[in-house]
């Protein structure tokens, strides 16, 4: 599968990441009774750099907490934050560019239960 090719800057980043059909199958905790992760997650986590921040976004009621936070430690997912009870609806990102003209917020969609296949090349001169 090809990936599609994004062009970031060497500075720190935040990432925000959804998580039921992202990192882990949808749903596959209340399906299966366990979280499974996404082929490409594991690999895609352990290239985010140590100065970066990691928050994750789900709809899953903050009673899933232990469970989701133990699994995904587990599975070796780095994060800094979860924020659990988000709504179902559209998650919209809002950032001013810097002066030099770089555009600092990033949206990428993917197909449910299919890891993002944009690959993130920094670009030094940005």
């Keep these: 599968m090809v990936k599609n090719k ?10 925000l990441l959804d998580l039921d059909g992202t990192i882990v199958k949808h749903n596959g905790y209340l399906i299966d009774g366990r979280d499974s992760l996404l082929s490409g997650a594991k690999e895609f986590f352990d290239g985010i750099s140590e100065e970066d921040k ?3 976004l789900t709809a899953r009621g903050s009673e899933y907490r232990e469970m989701t936070e133990s699994f995904l430690t587990e599975a070796g997912i780095r994060f ?11 998650r919209i990102l809002i950032n001013d560019k810097k002066a030099s003209g ?3 917020a990033i949206a990428v969609n993917t197909e449910r239960d299919q890891f993002c296949q944009a690959e993130f090349v920094v670009n030094e001169e940005l």
């Design 54 to 56: 990691v928050i994750i």
């Design 102 to 104: 770089l555009k600092t």
């Design 80 to 90: 800094d934050i979860i924020l659990y009870d988000m709504p179902h609806g559209e």
């Design 6 to 15: 994004l062009e970031v800057s060497p500075l720190g980043k935040t990432w």
